[in-house]
C-alpha cells in the first residue's frame, strides 16, 4: 500500500526537479544556438523565449487545471 505521504513527496521531488530541468534545457539551447547562429543576441534571445514558455506552461496550465474542475 502507498501513503499518502509518500505520494505528497514524490510530487514535490519532481516539482522540484523541472526548474534545474528547464534552466539546463535553455543553457543547452543556449550553446547549441552559437553553433547555429553566430549572434549572441539570437542565442540568448532564444534560450530566454525557451525559459519564459517553460515556466508560463509550468505555472499557467496547473492553474489552468484547478480552475477546471
Do not use: H, N
Amino acid at each position: 500500500m502507498v501513503s499518502e505521504r509518500f505520494v505528497w513527496l514524490s510530487s514535490m521531488l519532481l516539482l522540484a526537479s523541472m526548474f534545474p530541468l528547464v534552466v539546463a534545457l535553455c543553457m543547452e539551447v543556449y550553446l547549441i544556438g552559437g553553433i547555429i547562429l553566430e549572434s549572441a543576441g539570437g542565442r540568448v534571445a532564444i534560450a530566454a523565449v525557451l525559459f519564459g514558455v517553460s515556466l508560463l506552461l509550468w505555472i499557467a496550465l496547473p492553474l489552468l487545471g484547478k480552475g477546471l474542475d
